[in-house]
């Protein structure tokens, strides 16, 4: 099976600029996570979607991060206006459960490499 | 929140020697998951081990939920075995990585 597609694969944008990146995920899955890696840190999941509803935004900056999973399958994170310490790795993950209450694996896909200037 | 420790922080090891990861957890929690991170970023699950043991392979998990700390075996160690370690837990709805543990296995 196909696996989790993310792009682009690097970005480098200048502060207060905006920027976009979006995530495909495993056919059927119907948990989507984005998650936000630091160089040096654990993930830390920004947002979690079952089918096209959220489950879990609590850790997303939401005045400058947005995310959106229309119609349930593809999903679009948004920064606007970035700072500096938004460089990062944004991975999205998806799996068929929600994997919180089950043993439902999730599934990474190669991330997004974010550097602001 | 929970806090989520990771021991050690950086281990190398020699081909074929075997390592014990540890994960502490502050608080009761109502899931586990052992990840490995590859060097070129890629994240994989090796278990879901909210309580008990489990057998993969060449790695094993156990965790004990009442103690809360978990275990990560990893024997006769292979340089593709390399990468970081992170355990993650989740308690109700808030999931939360540990910092990891960075492994080399050198040949």
């Known amino acids: 099976e196909a696996g989790v597609a993310q792009s682009p694969r690097y970005k480098i944008i200048e502060k207060r600029q905006s920027v976009a990146f979006w995530c495909n995920p495993i056919?059927?899955?119907?948990?989507l996570y984005w998650y936000q890696q630091i160089l040096g840190q654990g993930p830390k999941l920004l947002i979690q979607f079952q089918n096209n509803g959220v489950v879990d935004d609590s850790q997303l900056p939401k005045d400058r991060f947005s995310a959106e999973r229309l119609k349930g399958v593809d999903s679009t994170l948004k920064i606007q206006p970035a700072k500096l310490e938004d460089s990062a790795v944004y991975l999205c993950a998806s799996s068929l459960g929600d994997w919180a209450n089950s043993d439902q694996p999730q599934h990474f896909g190669d991330g997004t490499r974010l550097s602001i200037l | 929140g929970i806090q989520v420790e990771q021991s050690p922080p950086d281990l190398i090891l020699q081909e074929g020697a075997n390592s014990t990861l540890r994960c502490n957890f502050s608080d009761s929690v109502n899931n586990l998951q052992w990840f490995h991170q590859n060097p070129w970023g890629q994240l994989i699950n090796l278990f879901y081990i909210p309580s008990g043991t489990k057998q993969n392979g060449r790695l094993s998990a156990t965790t004990v939920a009442t103690e809360r700390y978990s275990l990560l075996y990893i024997s006769s160690s292979q340089t593709t075995d390399s990468g970081v370690y992170f355990c993650?837990?989740?308690?109700?709805?808030?999931?939360?990585f540990g910092k990891g543990t960075m492994l080399l296995v050198s040949p």
């Open positions: 056919s059927g899955h119907a948990t």
């Open positions: 993650a837990v989740v308690r109700y709805s808030t999931l939360t």
